[in-house]
């Protein structure tokens, strides 16, 4: 009998001894990243069958678990790769707003600027000083296009560097995710299935990190592997095997980096779409829904300038009566914001004059000053109306991506504070349990005391 005591008193004091570890550990993560805390589950020992009944034999920690739930992580990945993305995009889009809505960088003042100084030549078409402030702002016209440009560039550029350092750092991730797929099975088979709770935590920062990169798909399997698949379903962690992602000149566009990956030493090209959510999806996605259309339609516009310019420039005559020439040069079509440059550097070759009223008329300068507003351009536009439609496109979806960012990232965080508040340490809660544990601890010692009483007192029949 004393010897039954005893075992139960010692199962006691064992179970509380793993509790009040459990709870110090819990206690001492309460700040780490991605920690979710732990709880000692306990079972009572196969009871032992006596005539009069079944008589208990104490208590078994069966397992040390972490409180975790599938479901809100699972919403939590999904609203953090959502989250990232938008944030990307919007940071990105915003510059570019603010480059083209600038009241004093902008396009609109240098053209505003030009136009100014074409109507005063044509109020006195004869004055040298008149002309040569048309030729000043002309300069200073293209000089904002090719700044304008240049600084696009610089973002198309600033696009391929973050690209690159995310696909560093995906691939840094996959390792190491790979890595611990083989520690946890290693360590989990040598301690008969018992889950490495600590390993499982880290393995599952990890897979935070990547989905603020991009979208992230874990398939579990029995023998504690993650497979991870990134974007619209490409693998990335298969067991412990690591598969790597590389950036990669387009064969399109040398400028342009896409997303390639190395399978046998052979790159194979990643289409942009299958590569959504996270901080790259939304950088891809900056780069294909707004820079591209954004050049594109500033090259249009220069080149649209230019040659409208240039046509009614060309049906006048100069100061010298000679037929006017271009005045506005291209020497690069495809890239035109970038190419554009003033043709004539002699005030006198501007072609302010027509045919039918001699060298000294106006009648081509107001012309040319009523190209401003005349909807010249293709799709029936005029040059301001053209550029004030870029701004608005460009500031309208700034404005969308700005308001569904904020919603998304308050989703996020109304997801992880129910995460939180499931898995996350509460430290009264857990200094509660301390005392209950001591307490426990305590008694248990108590009982194999009464225990040890018993046996002596038996030894001294």
Not at 41 to 69: D, E, K
Not at 233 to 250: C, H, N, R
Not at 270 to 286: I, N, V
């Amino acid at each position: 009998m004393a010897n039954s005591i005893m075992s139960v008193g010692v199962s006691g004091l064992q179970a509380a001894q793993v509790a009040l570890l459990t709870t110090s550990h819990n206690i001492s993560n309460a700040t780490t990243p991605g920690y979710n805390r732990q709880q000692a589950i306990q079972s009572t020992n196969t009871p032992l069958a006596h005539g009069n009944g079944f008589i208990g034999r104490g208590v078994q920690v069966s397992t040390v678990q972490r409180i975790y739930s599938q479901y809100l992580v699972n919403q939590s990945l999904q609203a953090q790769t959502q989250s990232s993305q938008l944030d990307s995009h919007y940071n990105e889009i915003k510059q570019i707003d603010n480059l083209l809505a600038d009241t004093t960088s902008g396009l609109t003042p240098a053209l505003h600027n030009f136009f100014n100084a074409v109507q005063d030549m044509a109020s006195n078409p004869t004055s040298i000083p008149s002309r040569q402030a048309v030729l000043s702002n002309a300069e200073a016209l293209v000089s904002r296009f090719q700044q304008m440009d240049q600084r696009l560039s610089e973002m198309r550029e600033g696009v391929n560097s973050q690209i690159t350092s995310s696909v560093a750092e995906i691939n840094s991730l996959a390792q190491q995710i790979a890595g611990l797929n083989t520690n946890i099975q290693a360590v989990e088979a040598s301690a008969n299935g018992q889950p490495a709770n600590d390993l499982r935590d880290q393995r599952d920062t990890l897979i935070r990190d990547l989905s603020k990169l991009a979208n992230v798909d874990v398939v579990r399997q029995n023998n504690g592997h993650y497979n991870v698949f990134i974007g619209n379903g490409q693998s990335l962690v298969v067991g412990s095997s690591a598969m790597t992602l590389k950036a990669v000149a387009s064969p399109n566009d040398p400028q342009r980096l896409v997303m390639a990956m190395d399978l046998n030493n052979t790159e194979v090209l990643l289409p942009e779409h299958q590569l959504q959510g996270g901080s790259l999806g939304g950088l891809l996605a900056f780069r294909s829904e707004t820079l591209d259309s954004v050049q594109n339609s500033f090259d249009q516009l220069a080149q649209g300038i230019a040659q409208t310019f240039n046509t009614q420039h060309q049906a006048g005559l100069d100061l010298q009566g000679a037929a006017g020439e271009n005045f506005f040069a291209v020497t690069d079509p495809n890239h035109a914001a970038g190419s554009i440059r003033v043709a004539i550097n002699d005030p006198a070759e501007i072609a302010a004059a027509d045919d039918d009223g001699g060298v000294m008329n106006n009648v081509n300068a107001l012309k040319l000053a009523g190209l401003q507003t005349e909807n010249i351009l293709p799709g029936g536009t005029s040059y301001q109306s053209a550029y004030a439609s870029l701004v608005s496109q460009v500031g309208n979806k700034t404005r969308e991506l700005e308001v569904t960012s904020k919603a998304q990232e308050s989703m996020l965080n109304q997801t992880d504070q129910a995460l939180q508040s499931l898995s996350g340490v509460n430290l009264e809660e857990e200094a509660a349990n301390l005392l209950r544990y001591q307490q426990m601890f305590q008694a248990s010692s108590k009982v194999i005391e009464i225990g040890n009483s018993l046996f002596d007192s038996l030894l001294r029949i």
